[in-house]
């Protein structure tokens, strides 16, 4: 079974509502109407009925039962403006609140606040901070972790990795990299695996020294302290945790040496080459990034993604819904 035949059948068994807050944008659009047509999940477009309405008969779609949620108008609107000056600790007013709240992203994050939709995604039409920062002010991130990470998903036949952080952290310190170890490990048991986590480096077991070895070192003990039974380990090189043999070569006794399926790089840059590596010289598909670490299912979009990136996004995101839920 593919990546995402899982993912969709994992988002069907519960039907999970989704936000779209961009639902002008026609892409955004055809994706809802798709996911709603095939029983997966249950979406709500955020935007102006009547050019909602143009857009759908621009594209021949007939939006039938789709639920469309307009912003100034709902009334929920004021609630939703109190709810978030109290979830801000004063740091906005009720002023603020009104003006932040008319934007999309803003308001479809708090209908997940309140619990009116599962997850959202967003980030079509809107940049990755238009969306992340609303997620980090208002749902926050799980308790007793800090930070937001992204992920990648690869899959080449019956092969599935995860590499991590391709998006969010530049230069993660040893507490990041910790996190998103945990992180990482559980978006690998979203799509079905073991997670079996390998902390990269360019130094295996101390074959090197530096300040960018002991960060890793140091970090395998956080990650340790923060999931005492998962299976992490470092600092090794990508053939060390990818290759049997030269794993027992060159970190002999280690769970994780030479079985790896998921990869924590030591900072944004190299994960980002990793994994576009992966994808045009290994062809790997490569499905994200997948926001990790808060605390409900919002994930990014790029400005230029196709109608079936927003259909793929929607169902990840519902099945992401589905695991925190259970």
């Given at each position: 079974?593919d990546?995402?035949?899982?993912?969709?059948?994992?988002?069907q068994?519960?039907?999970?509502?989704?936000?779209?807050?961009?639902?002008?944008?026609?892409?955004?659009?055809?994706a809802?109407?798709?996911?709603?047509?095939?029983?997966?999940?249950?979406?709500?477009?955020?935007?102006?009925?009547?050019?909602?309405?143009d857009?759908?008969?621009?594209?021949?779609?007939?939006?039938?039962?789709?639920?469309?949620?307009?912003?100034?108008?709902d009334?929920?609107?004021e609630?939703?403006?109190?709810?978030?000056?109290?979830?801000?600790?004063?740091?906005?007013t009720?002023?603020?609140?009104?003006?932040?709240l008319?934007?999309?992203?803003?308001?479809?994050?708090?209908?997940?606040?309140?619990?009116?939709?599962?997850?959202?995604?967003?980030?079509?039409?809107h940049?990755?901070?238009?969306?992340?920062?609303p997620?980090?002010q208002?749902?926050?991130?799980?308790?007793?972790?800090?930070?937001v990470s992204?992920?990648?998903?690869?899959?080449?036949?019956?092969?599935?990795?995860?590499?991590?952080?391709?998006?969010?952290?530049?230069?993660p310190?040893?507490?990041?990299?910790?996190e998103?170890a945990?992180?990482?490990?559980?978006?690998?048991?979203?799509?079905?695996?073991?997670?079996?986590?390998?902390?990269?480096?360019?130094?295996?077991?101390?074959?090197a020294?530096?300040?960018?070895?002991?960060?890793?070192?140091?970090?395998?003990?956080?990650?340790?302290?923060?999931?005492?039974?998962?299976?992490?380990?470092?600092?090794?090189?990508?053939?060390?945790?990818?290759?049997?043999?030269?794993?027992?070569?060159?970190?002999?006794g280690?769970?994780?040496?030479?079985?790896?399926?998921?990869?924590?790089?030591?900072?944004?840059?190299?994960?980002?080459?990793?994994y576009?590596?992966?994808?045009?010289?290994?062809?790997?598909?490569?499905?994200?990034?997948?926001?990790?670490?808060?605390a409900?299912p919002?994930?990014?979009?790029?400005?230029?993604?196709?109608?079936d990136?927003?259909?793929?996004a929607?169902?990840?995101?519902?099945?992401?819904?589905?695991m925190?839920?259970?």
């Amino acid at each position: 079974m593919d990546l995402f035949t899982k993912l969709t059948r994992m988002a069907q068994s519960s039907r999970k509502t989704i936000v779209f807050p961009e639902g002008e944008d026609e892409r955004v659009l055809k994706a809802a109407l798709r996911l709603q047509a095939d029983d997966i999940l249950t979406p709500i477009l955020l935007g102006d009925p009547a050019k909602i309405a143009d857009a759908a008969q621009r594209s021949g779609l007939d939006l039938g039962t789709v639920k469309i949620q307009p912003i100034a108008a709902d009334e929920q609107y004021e609630q939703f403006c109190q709810d978030f000056v109290e979830r801000r600790h004063g740091k906005n007013t009720l002023d603020q609140a009104k003006q932040m709240l008319l934007e999309p992203s803003y308001y479809g994050t708090m209908m997940v606040y309140e619990h009116l939709a599962d997850g959202m995604v967003s980030g079509a039409a809107h940049s990755t901070a238009n969306t992340v920062r609303p997620a980090l002010q208002i749902i926050k991130t799980v308790p007793g972790q800090k930070r937001v990470s992204g992920a990648m998903l690869l899959e080449r036949g019956d092969e599935r990795y995860v590499f991590a952080d391709c998006a969010m952290n530049i230069d993660p310190d040893s507490a990041t990299l910790a996190e998103i170890a945990v992180q990482s490990a559980d978006t690998a048991k979203l799509i079905g695996l073991d997670p079996v986590v390998a902390m990269l480096s360019f130094s295996t077991k101390g074959s090197a020294k530096g300040e960018m070895v002991s960060k890793v070192q140091d970090a395998v003990s956080l990650a340790h302290e923060l999931a005492p039974t998962l299976k992490i380990d470092g600092e090794l090189q990508f053939d060390a945790a990818f290759v049997p043999e030269v794993g027992e070569r060159k970190a002999p006794g280690s769970q994780v040496a030479g079985h790896a399926n998921v990869f924590v790089f030591p900072e944004l840059q190299s994960a980002n080459i990793g994994y576009k590596i992966a994808q045009r010289l290994g062809n790997f598909s490569a499905t994200g990034p997948v926001l990790q670490g808060l605390a409900a299912p919002v994930n990014d979009l790029s400005r230029g993604a196709s109608s079936d990136d927003v259909y793929r996004a929607g169902i990840l995101t519902a099945a992401q819904a589905n695991m925190k839920a259970e």
